[in-house]
């Protein structure tokens, strides 16, 4: 039997239609973005994790000569999320990047590795959390839920 799985999410021409308070988390990971470590891939990215609490954790992605060992922003700023606030749920977490890598239209979408830790982020928390993406021109989409860039996850469905 056949069957549609719907996709719902907000597209915006610019990040600068969101609310003061995602713009002020996107402004952030723009700045934690230059701060990247991305001497091989030149390549640049931030992220920004707001939690319930009002509390900001900020990673980038991190690299290394044994290529491999590098880490994705996203996966940093979670991972230092589940270290140090493991009993606070995440709002929202907000990804942007800078470089050639991609196409400067295009809006950056998170690895399938880092959709994984997205999901198990939201399972563990127990609740949803909007996931904010941003092209290197603005253009912006937002998901009401770390679980929809992960459909037939594995371990879930
Ligand atoms: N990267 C991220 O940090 N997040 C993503 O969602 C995709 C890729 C990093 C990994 C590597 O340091 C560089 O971008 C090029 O792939």
Redesign the pocket.
């Known amino acids: 039997m056949k069957h549609t799985h719907n996709l719902e999410y907000e597209l915006f021409d610019s990040w600068e239609e969101l609310s003061i308070n995602e713009k002020e988390l996107i402004t952030k990971a723009y700045s934690i973005c230059e701060k990247?470590y991305?001497p091989?891939?030149k390549?640049?990215?931030g992220?920004a994790v707001l939690l319930e609490n009002g509390e900001v954790v900020l990673g980038?992605?991190?690299?290394n000569i044994a290529y491999p060992s590098?880490?994705?922003?996203?996966?940093?700023a979670l991972f230092y999320t589940g270290a140090n606030f493991p009993d606070i749920a995440v709002q929202t977490i907000c990804?942007v990047?800078n470089?050639d890598?991609i196409p400067f239209d295009t809006i950056?979408?998170?690895?399938g590795g880092?959709r994984q830790v997205m999901l198990e982020t939201e399972i563990r928390q127990n609740k949803p959390y909007r996931v904010i993406l941003v092209s290197q021109n603005k253009k912006t989409i937002v998901f009401n839920s770390a679980k929809d860039l992960l459909p037939f996850a594995f371990g879930t469905n």
């Open positions: 990247a991305a091989y891939s390549f640049s990215v992220a980038n992605n991190q690299e590098g880490l994705c922003a996203e996966r940093v990804i990047a470089g890598l950056l979408a998170p690895c880092c």
